[in-house]
């Protein structure tokens, strides 16, 4: 018996795959994963030495954990077809509205034990958050381990599910606001002369090197904005317009768009 499963070979799945054989957490020939795509299962096969199948009920048959990895539309079918060998094995989801309830009630098993999370796409460098909400039939020790799992790919926080949808607009959906500004940053200082290439360089490591003060110093990142900002200097000049051109608002109101979506409102 496999120890994991995959339903769904896309690029959060392959990502996801990846850190957890590259952190040791199981081999590859502990791992089985489907995906309706012959290409895609021969790439993923030849890429990463796991089993693959076309068979989604192999999949939940032979795994103790199962990771559902298919887009949202497709849950109902996919549910469908496994619910029926569905007993003692973990589930994971990924996919964004899916709720608890709801899913439970697709598997049509009250003792189903389904833990719903929301991962990002760093997950593809191992750099990674994934929020964690367990059912009521996931034990301590069977939480643990999940996150143990999701570990291999980065940070993980157990979080309650009113959270979900704004956990989406936070950090699920927040890459792409992020390669946005790396790109409109790269684009100014191609403007100013710099080679893209570079310009890119420049701002991808001063987004990183942020963060990472933000999470490695505990300072608020006003605080750390501070001390950027000196008096009658470059920089506070730059802040002025952005909030003049309300790029705070922006960001605010744009997460608050993608938290009703999320919601389906």
């Known amino acids: ?26 081999t ?14 021969r790439k993923v096969g030849e890429a990463y030495g796991v089993s693959v199948t076309d068979d989604n009920v192999e999949v939940a048959h032979n795994a103790e954990v199962l990771i559902l990895a298919v887009k949202p539309q497709y849950y109902s079918e996919v549910i469908a077809q496994i619910r029926d060998v569905i007993s003692q094995q973990l589930i994971i989801t990924i996919a964004p509205g899916q709720t608890l309830a709801s899913l439970a009630e697709r598997f049509g098993n009250d003792k189903a034990k389904i833990i719903r999370t929301m991962p990002n796409t760093p997950a593809m460098v191992g750099a990674g958050i994934t929020a964690v909400t367990p059912n009521a039939n996931v034990t301590p020790d069977e939480l643990t381990y999940a996150c143990r799992i999701l570990g291999g790919f980065g940070l993980t926080e157990v979080v309650g599910e009113h959270l979900m949808d704004a956990v989406v607009s936070v950090s699920g959906s927040s890459p792409a606001y992020v390669f946005m500004f790396i790109e409109a940053m790269a684009d100014a200082a191609v403007a100013d002369g710099m080679p893209r290439a570079q310009a890119y360089q420049f701002a991808a490591q001063a987004v ?6 933000v999470l490695e110093t505990g300072k608020h990142p006003g605080e750390l904005k501070d001390m950027v900002c000196s008096p009658a200097g470059t920089t506070i000049e730059a802040v002025r317009v952005l909030e003049e051109k309300g790029f705070r608002s922006a960001v605010l109101e744009a997460m608050k768009a993608c938290t009703r979506k999320a919601k389906g409102i």
């Open 208 to 213: 990183m090197g942020s963060a990472k003060m």
């Open 28 to 41: 590859h020939d502990e791992i089985i994963m489907s995906d309706v795509s012959e290409a895609q299962r």
């Open 1 to 26: 018996m496999n120890k994991l499963g995959f339903i769904g070979a896309g690029n959060m799945a392959t990502a996801m795959m990846s850190g957890i054989i590259r952190s040791g957490i199981f």
